[in-house]
């Protein structure tokens, strides 16, 4: 097979595998905490804006290390920038221990930030990384394949949720745990945050482990820019120079609606399964476990029909599908809106990575600041879900799906962009 046709260069792929296992990872923290907006709510009685700063704290972390993950990649290499990534999200998942004994909201929401914050450097150093492991040719298609098994972790985070989270919660109301005498409440807070605690503590060992394999393995990449001293690492040129490549900036916006949308979507798709058909958080949660099932079958699917519909194209067609997926949802509540919202994962499945490779195409020496600007685009997964959950309090949760139509709609755009602007995508496939 030549060089122009292979998806990683010779001599790869037990890198690019290690680094495979590193998008399944951040996929199970971040499908273990989207259900985190209602566990919390439950078990601190709070409003559904309130709960969701769990998203702001984890997203917001992602937006806030990007940058300096950025730094690190370009000082040192990605491989650095994997092991940081890898090292804070571990200190991260470890904190839930001590949050759970004090038994604060705040204190598992610095765990998230840390957690989260350690994923936003790993992410920022895996996904360019993974580009630059084979030909610019197929980059796209190479970066949706890795993110194929980003699903898998999604799967595994919803699961875990599901099995030991979820059933451990007391079916007590807001009103009954008023009415509790402080002593029972205390109890019954304590057994469930333990709940919560322990999937994120185990995922802590996992996440160690995978630090030992990467560091003891050498990392190579063609593609790579030699690390450079500090003082020549040049900010407000590659800054501008990224300011004013239009089909980059669009894709940095595009990126913030995807995420938020993939976000709001899943954060309350168990608030829209109870509002639109009743039952518990548990009984609902198994529609998000098959919406996860849905986005790991498709996004493999995706990167087989990449190979013959250009990716801006195949972006195009998905997002306005998801359009009017929402718009049905949102004015339909009932199973057929469930199902609506199911379908909404195989839409989405294709997004992250085919916007993240086509707005990086031809950045060449920009390519890891541009990828941390594409990383802090996630902080849409911050912002969006507090919108959603001010219009689910005030109109319902079947309502509340319009804010990521919105967000859908804007990516449907920069597909069209891409199509209509004449660059020679047309080969990231």
Same mark, same amino acid.
């Given at each position: ?377 996630? !902080?849409?997964?911050? #912002?969006? /879900? *507090?919108?959603?959950? %001010? =219009?689910?309090?005030? @109109? &319902?949760? !079947?309502?509340?799906? #319009?804010? /990521? *139509?919105?967000?859908? %709609? =804007?990516?449907?755009? @920069? &597909? ?14």
């Amino acid at each position: 097979m030549s060089g122009k046709t292979r998806l990683v260069y010779q001599g790869m792929w037990m890198p690019f595998v290690l680094l495979v296992v590193c998008f399944a990872a951040w996929g199970i923290a971040a499908n273990m905490t989207d259900p985190m907006v209602q566990v919390f709510s439950r078990i601190f009685s709070m409003s559904t804006v309130q709960a969701s700063l769990v998203q702001f704290a984890y997203y917001g972390a992602y937006f806030l290390l990007a940058l300096p993950a950025a730094f690190i990649n370009r000082r040192f290499s990605y491989k650095t920038g994997v092991l940081a990534g890898l090292g804070l999200a571990t200190f991260g998942a470890l904190l839930f221990y001590p949050a759970s004994i004090a038994m604060t909201y705040g204190f598992f929401l610095i765990a998230l930030f840390c957690l989260a914050g350690g994923l936003s450097i790993l992410e920022t150093s895996a996904n360019p990384f993974v580009i630059s492991m084979g030909p610019e040719g197929n980059a796209t298609r190479r970066l949706n394949f890795a993110q194929a098994f980003n699903p898998v972790g999604t799967n595994i985070g919803v699961l875990l949720s599901a099995s030991f989270i979820l059933p451990n919660l007391n079916p007590a109301t807001d009103a009954q745990r008023a009415a509790m005498a402080p002593e029972a409440l205390e109890q019954i807070r304590r057994a469930e945050l333990s709940a919560v605690m322990g999937p994120y503590v185990g995922f802590a060992f996992v996440l160690l482990v995978i630090w030992v394999l990467i560091a003891l393995k050498p990392m190579p990449a063609r593609d790579e820019a030699r690390p450079v001293a500090r003082g020549n690492v040049q900010f407000r040129a590659t800054l501008a120079r990224l300011l004013k490549n239009r089909h980059y900036a669009f894709g940095v916006g595009a990126q913030f609606f995807n995420v938020a949308a993939q976000t709001c979507t899943w954060t309350f798709t168990i608030q829209y399964v109870i509002g639109a058909m009743g039952g518990t958080e548990a009984s609902a949660g198994q529609y998000l476990q098959i919406s996860l099932i849905v986005f790991l079958i498709s996004r493999f699917a995706m990167v087989g029909i990449m190979g013959v519909i250009r990716p801006s194209l195949l972006l195009t067609l998905m997002a306005a599908l998801a359009v009017t997926l929402t718009l049905f949802a949102a004015f339909v509540p009932s199973m057929a809106g469930v199902w609506a919202v199911v379908a909404l994962s195989a839409c989405l499945s294709l997004m992250f990575p085919t916007i993240y490779g086509v707005a990086l195409q031809g950045l060449g020496e920009d390519t890891k600041f541009g990828a941390a600007g594409l990383v802090m685009a996630i !902080a849409g997964g911050a #912002v969006m /879900p *507090m919108i959603q959950g %001010a =219009v689910l309090d005030g @109109y &319902g949760a !079947a309502v509340s799906f #319009v804010v /990521p *139509m919105v967000c859908f %709609a =804007v990516v449907a755009l @920069y &597909g069209v962009f891409d199509l209509l602007s004449g660059r020679k995508s047309a080969a990231l496939r």
